[in-house]
């Protein structure tokens, strides 16, 4: 039973999460933070290592393709951030965060590693960022409408 209870409160503070390498992200949305986690790669078994603290609620996560860079939408502060990934110990340093019109409920980066999509349900609009080289997120976003 104890055991039950653990994995369920694990799922419950786990808003999302997201493999990068050996390195395990997960949105810990109500603490504002996300925990970093070292994944054995035969066994699957996680690791806690740290978390991070963030300026608002930790929402949807992705990496680009080379594993360098962490995306986030801040959800309580309606701001995308991007994050770069120690490949040594999976920390994460704040590269930039930039304030879309509405608020991202999900991201996801293209296969070249140079674009970041952000969705808005409850505005039915989806933006694009593009990843500069530095893994900074270009604040001028494109909007699209999706009704």
């Given at each position: 039973?104890?055991?039950?209870?653990?994995?369920?409160?694990?799922?419950?503070?786990?808003?999302?999460?997201?493999?990068?390498?050996?390195?395990?992200?997960?949105?810990?949305?109500?603490?504002?933070?996300?925990?970093?986690?070292?994944?054995?790669?035969?066994?699957?078994?996680?690791?806690?290592?740290?978390r991070?603290?963030?300026?608002?609620?930790?929402?949807?996560?992705?990496?680009?393709?080379?594993?360098?860079?962490?995306?986030?939408?801040?959800?309580?502060?309606?701001?995308?951030?991007?994050?770069?990934?120690?490949?040594?110990?999976?920390?994460?340093?704040?590269?930039?965060?930039?304030?879309?019109?509405?608020?991202p409920?999900?991201?996801?980066?293209?296969?070249?590693?140079?674009?970041?999509?952000?969705?808005?349900?409850?505005?039915?609009?989806v933006?694009?960022?593009?990843?500069?080289?530095?893994?900074?997120?270009?604040?001028?976003?494109?909007?699209?409408?999706?009704?």
């Amino acid at each position: 039973m104890k055991h039950c209870l653990s994995v369920a409160a694990f799922v419950l503070l786990s808003v999302s999460h997201v493999a990068a390498g050996q390195f395990v992200y997960v949105s810990e949305s109500g603490d504002d933070t996300t925990a970093i986690f070292r994944q054995d790669p035969e066994t699957g078994e996680l690791t806690f290592l740290s978390r991070l603290e963030t300026d608002g609620s930790p929402g949807a996560l992705d990496v680009d393709p080379r594993r360098k860079f962490l995306f986030a939408a801040l959800r309580s502060t309606k701001t995308l951030a991007s994050f770069q990934i120690d490949p040594l110990t999976g920390r994460l340093t704040l590269l930039s965060t930039t304030a879309p019109e509405e608020d991202p409920t999900y991201v996801s980066v293209d296969r070249t590693g140079d674009w970041l999509l952000a969705a808005s349900y409850g505005a039915g609009k989806v933006s694009v960022h593009r990843i500069r080289e530095s893994g900074r997120l270009d604040p001028e976003g494109l909007w699209y409408t999706t009704a």
